[in-house]
């Protein structure tokens, strides 16, 4: 053990090392004797490795190859079936593997056999002396002393300020990451809103065909776009907040609040098909429990009671979009949704 | 510098050599690593692995960057997959299409580039496990961890920014997850979505910053804190098992040149070897299944990159009410009802910071807990630091359970049980998890330290029954060789410090604390075996040998 390392590591700067236990231990009997390889001893044993070495290198070689003629000869450039472009995929990964592994499996088989496999013994140092750290410090301070930074504190205090503020604009600057060039109001607005509004159509998704009340069976779940949608000037944006499912249920089933009484057409409702936790669209309708199932965090949507969570994390029911039928027996939205859709976020209240 | 006897090398090696440190000055770097010391082990492979696939996912991602258009302008698909011929995409994911279809060995790069991406993030994480159940982190380790510990999460940066980049189905549901996690922070939260996707979720912005963010601006973190990491690895020279001739003032290990330098460059070889093989035979992320982002469709049992799976594990296992109480509190203020979004706040951020605060602090809480300041080369065989390796493990059953938490579906399917019931046992295992470990693993460490005690005290067994002459059977137990001994007898061995008055005779509430933490890690402790300890059991042998060692007889 160095000399450098007497003394409590909390009063000096000095560090102790972990060894410096003197106890009743066994002594260290030092380094096992080292055994000599087979190849060490006879030579014979070496040859064998330096061909087994050249042979993987060769294997690399053949793989390299192989790997052309995967490339050339399997590869017809946009003429191939799928199948063949597995079966050219498989090849050049084979052949890229065997180019690899013969290289790699190759050098650690010759260092392991014929390099010489002595361990080696180093002394560690300090990682910096005791000495360089006093210098180092003296100089910082000799700097600092020099600049003068601590007799002269209107200097001192001013830099602080300018410093601080010259950052910011670099930061402010980022302010038109939003490029919609909506006020903060006008956007959490926007987000109140979908397309749908008193009298537009319910159309099945991605047809876009409208939807009859008598098209929607007991029992049966439509996915439904806002007819329209394909014209709205950001359309995924848009579907991604006014996308519905739409269901039908006995009446006597469901559970109706107040006010949402005429919100369905003989037991056809519409909810928001954005789930309220974090917006997947919810996938799964069982129709027997009449349980609507978001498949990313399972979430459940019980139908017989306006889409009340019964289980998973979401925090709230599914928004209802309130329907009729119009002249023509064509389904129709009465209005927006009466709340946002979609995953919560502070400004919904 | 021509000096009158200049240096004048004999050998072509030599006058290249000389030529070229004339010029540069590179004699110092040779003679300073060509023969420097590295310990050897298997266990010290994993951050290799995580560096060769990170060099693996340069070389890959540079080959897509001259074929991927990282753009959200919509176009009609018109390539060589005819099932998605006709349809609409944005140009980003028309162009992962092409690089699958039309590009020779494209969807070879692509699957190069995400099985790296897995390997890595993998490696990444059991190298840090390795670290941790090891005690490497102990001064003057404590800031290459802290660095390893943002690798590790700029590694989850560059693996989401790039699964999000191909606009398909799966990843355009990922942002949305995104998208609902971000709004879901108090005040900021609609604001900083509204920046990061340049408006309404998706928009049109996302995928180009996505890509500056995923080819410039996360590499060029990950190399920096990379070469930093390295550096001082160097400075710091690497630790080594603890064992006879190994102190913790010499390094026993194999020169960089030629044997250490052979077998690590040939590990590069060898992990690339690997990855092209799982690359050619097995498909990852097969975009064409699944189309082009659309908020409507979903498919259900689809599963984020596995290294992403905790966090949603976590959102999977928050109820969303307790009763009837739902856990988006609704707050009341002048100006009108803000909402505090707990039951996605929670999980999102809660046992991911956790996780990684303690990580982070971990050398200070373990120097805290121990007074131990002293440095340390010599690593910890991990049974002889039970209260660590019983806290990791507790670390690592919490992060397991929620990452089984996100293929809770999965597990209800497979095994025919009810959804709901897996996701109630994993929310008490969420809780009951980590103490079980952390207790379970504290007895296994105990016991392998007590067998450790018993091999030295009373030899191992040869496996060699013996009949004494009075026809008793017995096993010969042979003693262990010096080296052995020296490597069970030789550890760091903690004890409980109580409470310790400080120079005013006052004992602080926070000792008060450390030395509770500090009787809890240590109380029970397995001390190794002493000379004299040795030298009373040999007496004590030598006396059973008489009678025939009855205490070992295999009748008993
Ligand atoms: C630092 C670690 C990195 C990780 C973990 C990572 C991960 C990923 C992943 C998971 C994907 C999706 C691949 C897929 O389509 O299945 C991806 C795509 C991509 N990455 Fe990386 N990557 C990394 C570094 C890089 C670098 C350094 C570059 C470029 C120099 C790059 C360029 C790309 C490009 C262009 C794509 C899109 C092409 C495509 O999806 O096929 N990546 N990355
Ligand atoms: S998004 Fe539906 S449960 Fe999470």
């Not at chain 2, 190994?246 to 590990?267: H, L």
């Not at chain 2, 373990?366 to 390796?389: G, S, Y």
């Not at chain 2, 096993?475 to 001994?485: A, G, N, P, T």
């Amino acid at each position: 053990m160095g000399d450098h390392s007497h003394g409590s590591p909390e009063e000096s700067g000095t560090v102790a090392k972990a060894d410096d236990v003197a106890q009743d231990r066994f002594p260290d009997p030092g380094l096992p004797p080292h055994r000599p390889r087979l190849a060490d001893r006879d030579p014979r044993a070496a040859k064998r490795h330096e061909r087994q070495v050249a042979l993987l290198f060769t294997i690399s070689i053949i793989g390299t190859l192989f790997f052309f003629v995967a490339y050339f000869v399997l590869g017809r450039l946009g003429e191939m079936t799928f199948a063949e472009l597995r079966v050219q995929n498989a090849a050049l990964g084979l052949g890229t593997a065997f180019a690899m592994l013969g290289i790699g499996v190759g050098i650690v088989h010759w260092a392991k056999t014929l390099m010489p496999d002595h361990e080696l013994v180093e002394q560690r140092h300090e990682i910096s002396s005791e000495k360089d750290r006093q210098d180092a410090v003296d100089i910082i301070d000799t700097v600092i002393e020099e600049t003068g930074i601590k007799r002269r504190p209107l200097i001192r205090n001013t830099l602080i300020g300018a410093i601080a503020l010259a950052p910011i604009p670099a930061i402010f600057m980022f302010r038109d990451l939003d490029r919609t060039g909506k006020t903060a109001h006008q956007m959490i607005e926007q987000m109140r809103h979908t397309l749908w509004d008193t009298g537009v159509r319910l159309t099945r998704d991605p047809s876009g065909t409208p939807i009859k009340a008598s098209d929607v069976q007991l029992g049966s779940a439509f996915h439904v776009i806002p007819e329209g949608l394909e014209n709205a000037e950001n359309m995924l944006n848009e579907k991604a907040k006014a996308v519905v499912l739409l269901m039908r249920m006995d009446p006597q089933e469901m559970n109706i609040s107040e006010g949402r009484e005429d919100w369905h057409v003989d037991g056809i409702v519409a909810y928001s098909k954005i789930c309220t936790h974090v917006g997947c669209p919810i996938a799964l309708y069982e129709q027997h429990t009449h349980h609507l199932l978001c498949p990313c965090h399972q979430s459940t949507f019980d139908l017989a009671n306006e889409c009340k969570v019964i289980f998973g994390p979401a925090g709230h029911a599914l928004p209802q979009l309130p329907i009729t039928v119009d002249a023509d027996g064509y389904l129709v939205a009465q209005s927006d949704f009466h709340e946002p859709v979609g995953p919560s976020y502070w400004e919904r209240g | 510098m021509a000096t009158t006897n200049e240096y004048t090398p004999s050998t072509t090696t030599g006058r290249l050599a000389n030529f070229v440190d004339s010029r540069v000055g590179a004699s110092g770097m040779v003679k300073e690593f060509g023969r420097k010391i590295f310990p050897d082990h298997w266990s010290f492979m994993f951050g290799e692995v995580a560096l060769y696939t990170f060099v693996l996912l340069l070389l890959s991602g540079t080959f897509l960057t001259f074929f991927f258009d990282p753009s959200m302008t919509h176009i009609t698909y018109n390539g060589s997959y005819v099932p998605l011929k006709g349809i609409g995409m944005s140009a980003a994911m028309a162009s992962t299409m092409d690089i699958s279809f039309d590009v020779r060995g494209g969807l070879f790069m692509r699957q190069v580039h995400h099985w790296s991406a897995l390997l890595f993030v993998a490696s990444l994480s059991v190298h840090m496990l390795r670290v941790f159940f090891t005690g490497a982190f102990r001064r003057p380790r404590e800031l290459n961890w802290v660095v390893g510990g943002v690798l590790l999460i700029m590694g989850l940066a560059a693996g989401f920014t790039g699964y999000s980049l191909p606009d398909d189905l799966l990843s355009g549901n990922g942002l949305r997850i995104i998208d609902g996690v971000m709004k879901a922070l108090p005040i900021v939260g609609t604001y900083l979505s509204m920046f990061f996707f340049g408006g309404e979720f998706p928009g049109v912005h996302v995928i180009p910053r996505l890509y500056s963010l995923h080819i410039m601006i996360v590499p060029a973190v990950i190399i920096l804190l990379l070469v930093i990491h390295l550096f001082m690895v160097v400075t710091h020279k690497h630790t080594q098992y603890p064992g006879p001739g190994r102190t913790n003032d010499n390094v026993v290990g194999f020169p960089v040149g030629p044997v250490y330098a052979a077998k690590a460059g040939g590990f590069f070889f060898i992990v690339f070897g690997i990855v092209a093989f799982i690359s050619g035979l097995f498909q990852i992320n097969p975009i064409w299944n699944y189309g082009p982002y659309d908020p409507s469709p979903v498919s259900a049992g689809t599963q984020p990159d596995w290294y992403i799976g905790f966090v949603d594990g976590a959102l999977r296992l928050m109820p969303g009410y307790l009763g009837n109480f739902s856990f988006e509190w609704i707050i009341p203020f002048p100006w009108g009802d803000n909402t505090l979004v707990l039951s996605v706040l929670l999980p999102a951020l809660v046992p991911a910071g956790v996780l990684f605060m303690v990580m982070f602090a971990w050398p200070w809480i373990e120097r805290w807990v121990t007074k131990d300041n002293r440095e340390h080369h010599l690593l910890d065989r991990p049974r002889n630091a039970p209260f660590r390796t019983a806290m990791g493990a507790a670390g690592v059953v919490f992060y397991c359970v929620m990452w089984a938490a996100a293929s809770s579906d999965l597990i209800a399917t497979h095994f025919h049980v009810a959804l709901n019931d897996v996701t109630y046992w994993l929310r008490i295992l969420f809780f009951l998890g980590p103490i079980f470990a952390f207790w379970i693993t504290r007895r296994i460490c105990l016991s392998l330290q007590r067998k450790d005690r018993e091999i030295v005290l009373h030899g191992r067994e040869a496996g060699i029954i013996q009949m004494s002459p009075e026809g008793g059977f017995s096993e010969k137990h042979e003693e262990v060789d010096v080296y052995k001994r020296f490597l069970l007898t030789s550890y760091n061995d903690n004890k409980y410090i109580p409470a310790q008055p400080d120079a005013a005779g006052h004992v602080s509430g926070s000792e008060k604390r450390r030395a509770a933490l500090s009787k809890f890690f240590f109380e029970d402790r397995v001390a190794p075996v002493t000379p004299s300890e040795l030298e009373a059991a040999h007496a004590a042998h030598g006396h059973h040998e008489v009678e025939g060692e009855k205490q070992d007889s295999i009748e008993k």
